[in-house]
């Protein structure tokens, strides 16, 4: 009968530990064990690739980034990215402003967020414009009571700035009413209508405790011309209509201004007592 050689134990561990290296006998108990991972056999170590995201519970995938019901991604600086309002979907509260006028963030207030009509304010680029069918006031004093100085030079009796645009296009007039009362006297009285610096026609009288008054038009011709004419009844006496052409800047406010000038040195020879400004009167 032949003997069979006898193998250390020691040599039985390294046959056995060779093998289950190499993948041929498991190590540990083969019917629990893992015989390969991911294709990998041996003391298997983690890798790229092992899992996906969706895979991994709580991940999110990096095609989400950004992007709309998905996560804000961080730059160099530890900060998120800037969203637009559609990536905002779904993260602002209930009934909340998404942008406004096309800005996010903390938005401040700047030129050109609101408009005049917006805010009940008249807009200085769209002008009145004349009232030619029904007319319409555009100034008016009543129950003056402005008189002459104790002089015989001229004294300002009524005054109106007329604003800048009233004049808005060619064609375009206004007119002009003013009235008054003179003294119970002999003097010379002489009445004057300046507009734009430019004076009428002026009429003199010595009526005693007469009325007076003024009727002017002012029709714009030209971005920096006009035609004016102007009427005056002063007590029993009448100056026909003259003819007066002005050069004055309609986009401008324009002094309307009415006169009066003693012939002697007494005060409220002539009073001025009111003044209208219109379209159609």
Not at 69 to 93: E, F
Not at 119 to 124: D, R
Not at 250 to 271: E, M, R, Y
């Amino acid at each position: 009968m032949k003997k069979i050689a006898s193998i250390s134990s020691a040599a039985l561990l390294l046959a056995w530990m060779s093998l289950a290296t190499a993948g041929i006998i498991p190590p540990g108990n083969s019917s629990s064990g893992v015989s390969s991972f991911e294709g990998r056999t041996g003391a298997v170590t983690t890798q790229s690739g092992d899992y996906s995201a969706t895979q991994i519970t709580g991940a999110e995938q990096t095609a989400n980034k950004n992007a709309s019901g998905g996560y804000a991604g961080i730059d160099a600086n530890g900060k998120l990215h800037a969203l637009d309002g559609s990536q905002l979907t779904g993260l602002l509260c209930s009934g909340g402003v998404n942008f406004f006028n096309g800005r996010t963030g903390d938005v401040v207030p700047q030129t050109g967020d609101y408009n005049a009509t917006q805010v009940g304010l008249k807009n200085v680029n769209n002008p009145p414009q004349p009232l030619t069918t029904t007319g319409g006031i555009i100034y008016s004093q009543a129950g003056a009571s402005n008189g002459t100085g104790a002089d015989t030079t001229d004294d300002t009796l009524l005054t109106y700035n007329l604003p800048a645009n009233t004049l808005v296009s060619n064609g375009t007039c206004v007119k002009i009413h003013a009235y008054g009362t003179t003294a119970n006297n002999s003097d010379s009285k002489t009445i004057k209508v300046y507009i734009g610096g430019v004076v009428f026609p002026s009429i003199t009288a010595s009526s005693a405790a007469f009325s007076w008054e003024a009727n002017a038009t002012i029709c714009r011709s030209g971005a920096l011309s006009e035609d004016g004419t102007i009427c005056f009844s002063f007590g029993t006496n009448t100056l026909q209509e003259s003819y007066v052409g002005f050069s004055f800047d309609t986009t401008q406010p324009v002094l309307i201004k009415v006169v009066g000038k003693n012939g002697a040195a007494n005060a409220n020879d002539i009073v001025g007592r009111g003044l209208v400004v219109g379209y159609g009167l």
